[in-house]
Nanobody, 124 residues
Framework: QVQLSESGGGLVQAGESLRLSCAASGRTFSSYDMGWFRQAPEKAREFVAA????????TYADSVKGRFTISRDNAKNTVYLQMHSLKPEDTAVYYC?????????????????WGQGTQVTVSS
């Protein structure tokens, strides 16, 4: 079992930056692939970024590529999402997700554990 807790969301203006953190419980964090997803009002949850258990293969949605960076610190059981050049269309609840390491593409939604989400609002 893994419990995930996101933090770092907030209200920013377009062009500004935020860093989201996701702290995971348990001693096997390094065995999990980790992902970030987001859900805007009246829209489906969508993939944002993910990273393999080893820290390799960071993968991004086209909409955030070049602006967002995912990273992890296995010693701290934490995954991060650094977001730069934020746009109003990035406004959403951001969710952290974990899955037992797998060869499946990181961008699938087949993750085993989900956090409660943190709100990111970008004003124009």
């Amino acid at each position: 079992q893994v419990q995930l807790s996101e933090s770092g969301g907030g209200l920013v203006q377009a062009g500004e930056s935020l860093r989201l953190s996701c702290a995971a419980s348990g001693r096997t964090f390094s065995s999990y692939d980790m992902g970030w997803f987001r859900q805007a009002p009246e829209k489906a949850r969508e993939f944002v970024a993910a990273i393999r258990w080893s820290g390799g293969s960071p993968t991004y949605a086209d909409s955030v590529k070049g602006r967002f960076t995912i990273s992890r610190d296995n010693a701290k059981n934490t995954v991060y999402l650094q977001m730069h050049s934020l746009k109003p269309e990035d406004t959403a609840v951001y969710y952290c997700a974990a899955r037992v390491r797998s060869a499946a593409p990181l961008s699938t939604r087949a993750y085993d554990y989900w956090g409660q989400g943190t709100q990111v609002t970008v004003s124009s």
